[in-house]
């Protein structure tokens, strides 16, 4: 059974930082892309960031660039992706998602490249 778990997610005053984690079992992503998504109460799920199988190619939505740093490891037997959000505002709070492709190693931005997604992990980010 493949399983994506979100961790690192909390509150924070606007201004502030958080660092997203997604660990990854149940099969290998060393070949695959992985991102991340959010979703906002009565808002449509929208991409945020996503990073190439190799780390060589890395794409943010426009709201988020400059702000936000994605990242992976694959050295372990989990594969590893993280978010590092610097300089929150109050519009990024959501819940996060991870994702990791099964047949895309391109840092995709669309959800229909993602089959695997985890639970999700709350940002709230106060004024």
């Known amino acids: 059974q493949v399983r994506l778990v979100e961790s690192g997610g909390g509150s924070v005053r606007a201004g502030g930082s958080l660092r997203l984690s997604c660990a990854a079992s149940g099969r290998t992503f060393d070949a695959y892309a992985m991102g991340w998504f959010r979703q906002s109460p009565g808002k449509e799920r929208e991409f945020v960031s996503a990073?190439?199988?190799?780390?060589?190619?890395?794409?943010?939505a426009d709201s988020v660039k400059g702000r936000f740093t994605i990242s992976r490891d694959n050295a372990d037997a989990e594969n590893r992706v993280y978010l590092q959000m610097d300089n929150l505002k109050s519009e990024d709070t959501a819940v996060y998602y991870c994702v990791g492709s099964a047949f895309t190693g391109t840092a995709a931005t669309l959800k229909g490249f993602y089959a695997y997604w985890g639970q999700g992990t709350q940002v709230t980010v106060s004024s």
């Open positions: 990073i190439s199988w190799d780390a060589a190619n890395r794409n943010y």
